[in-house]
């Protein structure tokens, strides 16, 4: 008759006779420690190989799923469609307010206090064509305090 073999690996065998050979008594190998821990706990000052390093399990680290990116956030100009609406040349100046660079902000507020209200307050031109600018910065002042809030 053959002799029966186990399924157990070797780690699990030797472990299982290490317990066989204490008598379950005592307190030298604590189960709840990875026997890696426990040998190099041991013999503080032995250093493990290079065959001894690759055969210790590798600890699993958790690793965080990635946070989703943050919805961008509409440009009023094209989401409310004022983009097709408002005078070419004012929707430019209004792009330049959402963007970063002071100067460039600087410019495009300039660009807003000379040409188009400094002409609706003072009057220039013919009434139709104030009409329109007005018309156009009142329906602009959505884009306005979306940058004011930057």
Do not use: F
Not at 45 to 69: D, G, T, W
């Amino acid at each position: 008759m053959t002799k029966k073999t186990s399924s157990a690996s070797a780690g699990t065998r030797k472990k299982n006779a290490r317990k066989a050979a204490k008598g379950g008594v005592g307190e030298d190998i604590d189960e709840s420690v990875p026997q890696h821990t426990q040998k190099t706990q041991q013999g503080k000052n032995k250093k493990l190989s290079k065959a001894q390093k690759r055969a210790l399990p590798k600890a699993k680290r958790y690793v965080p799923p990635p946070k989703p990116p943050a919805p961008p956030i509409p440009n009023p100009l094209d989401s409310q469609g004022l983009a097709g609406q408002l005078p070419a040349e004012l929707v430019v100046a209004l792009r330049g307010l959402g963007k970063k660079d002071d100067v460039t902000r600087r410019k495009a507020l300039e660009e807003l206090k000379d040409v188009w209200v400094a002409g609706v307050v003072k009057g220039e031109g013919d009434e139709v064509e104030k009409e329109v600018r007005e018309a156009a910065l009142v329906s602009s002042t959505p884009v306005w305090v979306r940058c004011c809030l930057r």
